[in-house]
């Protein structure tokens, strides 16, 4: 039992993330009963579910790399959006001038290169954070605002377009797989990421930097490395996340290429149960955050709404959010939990008494008879 309580209380933290997706998926169901249907064209699994998975593929892998960011640095990086423009527009660039004869090593090492332009800019944030105490925001700002016009300029001032079947198959299908390809994909980083989390220290020197960083070097952590480290990821989780956009659009263009994107995975981050201010941390609870967000985008339009207001819904749902997950109603909804239990016990000790009088009672009766 103890080890079930145990068990329970870890996972606390996914209460409000699974209970707004349930919410979500209630209100789909009351729209349409046939939410859940999947069905089978040209050989691939399509539908609201397959599509959710499809479409919230860029901002789960965002979504791992910020919650890293913001348990370390207890900052956000607001240029991932920009930085997946930069990398996926030197993936363009490298396939591009393969011509026609554009193979699987071609696109594989496209990707790689760009994984490593994902690394150099992250080392960038991350030394100015790290090295300089920069606040993460402000740091990521300068890419926030000049991100674009770098891809803009290495696309050559035009919008290019990928015409290769390699491409077209990763953004889409694989011929005689019925899962679509950027699925795969984001189930294969979710399984590396979770590799790495079990076979090595990561997890526990990011929670101790996040949680007292004094103490973390105290204990032979080094706060700057490990902040610097983070942000290396997010800019790889940054180029895989371009890389995969880039593929899915066929074409790249830097203006609306992951636009706004650092918004949703920041709320991806808060709505699975992680502290804003660092310290521990779940890539579950953000995983389930980013899958509920795009549950969200897609039930506004489902219910025909205004794809203008959309922003204006999210941003109410956001702050409904964010009062349910406040420590004042924490505390409160804490202290209306221990009094509801104070009312439960009560009503069970008098009803056990109730019991045991009665058992008195009968078996005096008996007693009596038996004289």
């Known amino acids: 039992m ?8 870890n996972m606390s933290h996914l209460f409000l993330p699974l209970s707004v997706l349930v919410v979500l998926i209630i209100i789909n169901l009351i729209k349409g009963a046939d939410y859940f249907k999947i069905t089978m064209v ?16 860029e901002l789960v892998i965002l979504s791992i790399g910020m919650t890293l960011v913001t348990a370390a640095s207890r900052g956000q990086d607001i240029s991932i959006g920009e930085i997946g423009a930069i990398t996926s527009a030197i993936f363009v660039q ?5 011509g026609g004869d554009v193979t699987i090593w071609t696109v594989l090492v496209g990707f790689l290169i760009s994984c490593v332009a994902g690394l ?20 990521t700002l300068i890419l926030f605002l000049g991100g674009r016009s770098i891809a803009f300029i290495i696309d050559g001032k035009v919008s290019p377009i990928l015409a290769n079947e390699i491409s077209n198959r990763i953004g889409t299908v694989i011929p005689g797989v019925p899962i679509q390809t950027p699925i795969i994909l984001t189930a294969v980083f979710i ?8 076979t090595t220290n990561l997890r526990l020197y990011v929670e ?17 490395k490990i902040i610097f480290l983070t942000f290396l990821l997010m800019g790889v989780c940054s180029a ?23 918004m949703d995975a920041i709320l991806a981050v808060a709505l699975g149960g992680n502290s804003l201010g660092g310290g521990k941390f779940s890539i579950t609870g953000s995983i389930i955050g980013a899958y509920t967000i795009e549950v969200l985008n897609r039930t506004l339009l489902r219910l025909e709404v205004n794809p203008e207001a959309i922003k204006a819904f999210k941003a109410v749902f956001i702050i409904i959010l964010m009062v349910m997950a406040s420590p004042v109603v924490s505390v409160f909804a804490g202290k209306v939990l221990d009094k509801a239990k104070m009312i439960v016990a009560r009503y069970s000790v008098r009803q056990t008494d109730g019991l045991n009088k009665a058992a008195v009672s009968i078996t005096d009766t008996t007693g009596k008879k038996e004289e």
């Open 2 to 9: 103890p080890r079930i309580k145990r068990h329970l209380n």
């Open 42 to 57: 040209n050989g691939a699994f399509y539908g609201n579910i397959p599509n959710i998975l499809f479409g919230a593929s």
């Open 94 to 98: 490298y396939v591009l001038r393969a």
């Open 120 to 139: 150099f800019i992250g080392a960038f944030n991350g030394t100015l954070v790290s090295f300089f105490k920069v606040q993460p925001m402000v740091a």
């Open 191 to 198: 399984a590396v990421f979770a590799v790495v989390l079990k």
């Open 208 to 224: 101790a930097v996040g949680i007292n960083p004094s103490a973390a070097r105290l204990n032979g952590i080094d706060p700057k």
């Open 240 to 262: 895989v996340a371009g890389f995969i956009a880039v593929n899915k659009a066929g074409r790249h263009d830097s203006v609306n290429l992951l636009k706004f994107i650092m």
